[in-house]
């Protein structure tokens, strides 16, 4: 990836850039940051329950949203910022003894499954020419050669099988649109209500509006060189 941030930005005009999770802090930051450059002609968040639904956990309305999405002109950007890591009475697990096979299968539905088949829906229907970019949010607990504490199994787990289906489908990308992009970025720490509980002193935690920042600046680098990565918030990569 270059190390120059400051590049231009090479998005066509008057395409479409889609959020998924836009709801979420990361999402709600990014759509929001994406309006107010302009350099879009329309911008489209999608929530759960929301004017666009689309729930990673149900095919149809992945399907739907991306087909809705589309109508509006083409698919030039599409990030997907949704992720589990707790909820529902479940929590990052700190030993092998505390898996439980309910939230590790929920954690794969949304973390993996969900997002692979979003870039299933996505991925024909971005332009065979010209740049396009598909980014969907990793967290660096899934590479497994930086995994030094252990612990956190279903959310590592599932996060390490969202890279291997974003290099994998990149390959298949590239043969269709060459000049298209499939990433997984890694935003670092954000102060949303995933990563509040695990703060801690000293960690760098970013708002959702300088992640979305930070996010923006290393997708306006992103060649088609790069595809099938996986990268953190400055542009460096991360290891598988």
């Known amino acids: 990836m270059p190390e120059?941030?400051?590049i231009p930005r090479t998005t066509p005009a008057g395409g479409v850039a889609l959020v998924v999770g836009a709801g979420g802090g990361i999402g709600h930051a990014l759509e929001h940051a994406l309006r107010t450059r302009g350099d879009f002609h329309q911008v489209i968040g999608t929530r759960r329950d929301g004017e666009l639904p689309l729930d990673l956990t149900d095919e149809a309305s992945i399907a739907q949203a991306v087909a809705v999405a589309t109508?509006?002109?083409?698919?030039r950007l599409v990030i997907d910022a949704t992720g589990f890591l707790h909820g529902a009475g479940f929590r990052p697990e700190k030993s092998l003894r505390e898996?439980?096979?309910?939230?590790?299968?929920?954690a794969f539905a949304v973390n993996a499954i969900g997002p692979a088949l979003l870039m299933?829906?996505?991925?024909?229907?971005?332009?065979?020419?010209?740049?396009?970019?598909?980014v969907t949010l990793s967290a660096r607990v899934g590479s497994?050669?930086?995994?030094?504490?252990?612990?956190?199994?279903a959310y590592r787990a599932s996060k390490a099988a969202l890279n291997q289906l974003v290099r994998t489908a990149a390959v298949e990308l590239a043969r269709?649109?060459?000049?298209?992009?499939c990433v997984a970025l890694h935003p670092g720490t954000v102060d949303t209500g995933l990563s509040?509980?695990?703060?801690?002193?000293?960690?760098v935690v970013h708002t959702p509006e300088a992640a979305a920042v930070h996010l923006l600046r290393v997708i306006d680098c992103l060649q088609p060189a790069d595809s099938g990565g996986f990268f953190d918030w400055r542009g460096e990569p991360v290891p598988w």
């Open 4 to 6: 120059d941030a400051t």
């Open 71 to 75: 109508t509006h002109g083409e698919l």
């Open 99 to 106: 898996l439980d096979a309910v939230h590790m299968a929920h």
């Open 120 to 134: 299933k829906h996505v991925l024909p229907r971005l332009p065979r020419t010209g740049r396009a970019v598909f």
């Open 144 to 153: 497994i050669g930086d995994n030094r504490l252990g612990g956190w199994h």
């Open 176 to 181: 269709r649109a060459p000049s298209a992009v």
């Open 196 to 203: 509040a509980p695990f703060s801690r002193s000293g960690l």
